[in-house]
């Protein structure tokens, strides 16, 4: 049917915002290798990142290779590249094997009446009570549903079979993945709105292997989820049935899977995912970035000497230039200004009290959330301290190698696919 490059069942996202650290995670997807579970890498980095820290999509392309070589890796592995669109994928047509199209800001405005009519015509058959298997009591489509979903995304969709249309042509169909996310757009969506999504992707010909709704609950940079564990169990549960489904009766590709965006330091929803992509026997992806920069600042501070100092500054830097820093992010973060410690007394902080008020152990009583995710946005303090920056992750580049892989196997990872974790 359709020519594609088919992803992996089960492939992990990590995003590298100065490019030292591809060795260290490459590491720890071996070392989930050796552990039985069948994860493979993808490298990725959004154009936004990429403006900030002055980088080139070329240079995550050299950066993978260069881990893929340095430790033998063997199998499959992707640079995605994260929330591109027609105004900014040119660039990285080249280095990508893996584009993610956001049509989030399509979301909302109208396509055509004629789309509209076509696509209500097409989904006149699944009215009433949808016969999704694993779905009980049965998801219910109404022609209200169906108006109102393709009043929000139908545009979306097509600008999405753009992007794709475009990719096809200057990439070669058969050469790329093609994700699909609408998790930056302003709420939720249920497992219907999924169905309905996928529909439309169907009709335009996207052959989707990835897709990544907005989920319930808040998904903030770098800490734990925040919300209803129930409910969000209950529609990830859906969400998997309805996919399933979607690929049969929509003709998608067999390898379409869900992509969690915002996904890294989501510590309670892991069990859960984990049991019930087991019990779909389901593909999955899990799209991090931020927490290996974390790592690296954390691997900074504990290094001591001009390593603190640097992890000092770029919390000083932040703290003084909160709302520009934050602003971007406000959807994504949720900061107390009153917990965030007065970067004077952090400036006369151990590397013990730096390391444990940013490391994500949620039983540490030093833990500091508020302090996490303003650091996770202040990299463009780092990009601005240029080469002292990245000197210093040379010079460190054991200790904040060792953070860098602990986190991603041991606290990501691991509780993701093993079959030894209990929720
Ligand atoms: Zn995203």
Redesign the pocket.
Known sequence: MHKLLKISKHTFGMGDRFAHQGLAQLRAIMLAREAGYPVSPVWNK?NREHTIVHSQPDDLRAEADAAVAALGWQDDYYVDA??IGLQTVDRFLASSNFF?L?VADFTGKPADAASLSAFADSMAAYLGELAIPGIAPALVLTADAVGAAAAKFLLAMQEAGRIYRYLAEHKGADNFVTEV?V??TDSPQTPVELLLILAMLAREGVPVQTI?PKFTGRFNKGVDYVGNLAQFEREFDEDLSVIAYAIGEFGLPASLKLSI??GSDKFSLYPIINRLVKQHAAGLHV?TAGTTWLEEVIGLAEAGGEGLALAKAVYAGACARFDELTGPYATVIDIDRAQLPDPDAVAGWSSDQFAAALRHEANCAEYNRHFRQLIHVGFKVAAELGSRYTDALVANADIIARNVTDNLFERHLTPLYSCNTVS
Do not use: Q
């Open positions: 959004s994260d929330h993610t956001d996310s998790d930056e990544a965006h915002s799209k």
